[in-house]
């Protein structure tokens, strides 16, 4: 099976970007189409943005839209998420996930494996 490890949170202020890497490991990541999704604290995890195996389809939270950008490098193992024009409420931590049935999805359960996640925290 397939592990997940994500990397690039910090601290940030708003207007400023991040690249998140989510590197794989035990397993070939084309794979798994693949998610990003987050939590913040005393909140429910949120479906950030999603990418198919060939990495040819994308799909975006709207609350992400035109700001973020997930790609892969399936050659490399590893998955990326591009955030630019970050804001506050853009605070949480950040987690990748791999599904190795199916298409990519919004939604957590249809993900069969998860990274540790990493912190995000954007200062006003």
């Not at 690039?8 to 794989?24: I, T």
């Not at 804001?87 to 993900?111: I, L, M, Q, W």
């Amino acid at each position: 099976q397939v592990q997940l490890v994500e990397s690039g949170g910090g601290l940030v202020q708003a207007g400023g970007s991040l690249r998140l890497s989510c590197a794989a490991s035990r397993s070939t990541l084309s794979s798994y189409a693949m998610g990003w999704f987050r939590q913040a604290p005393g909140k429910e995890r949120e479906f950030v943005a999603t990418i198919n195996r060939s990495g040819g389809s994308t799909y975006y939270a709207d609350s992400v839209k035109g700001r973020f950008t997930i790609s892969r490098d399936n050659a490399k193992n590893t998955v990326y998420l591009q955030m630019n024009s970050l804001k506050p409420e853009d605070t949480a931590v950040y987690y990748c996930a791999g599904r190795n049935k199916g298409a990519y999805s919004y939604t957590p359960n249809a993900y069969d494996y998860w990274g540790q996640g990493t912190q995000v925290t954007v200062s006003s």
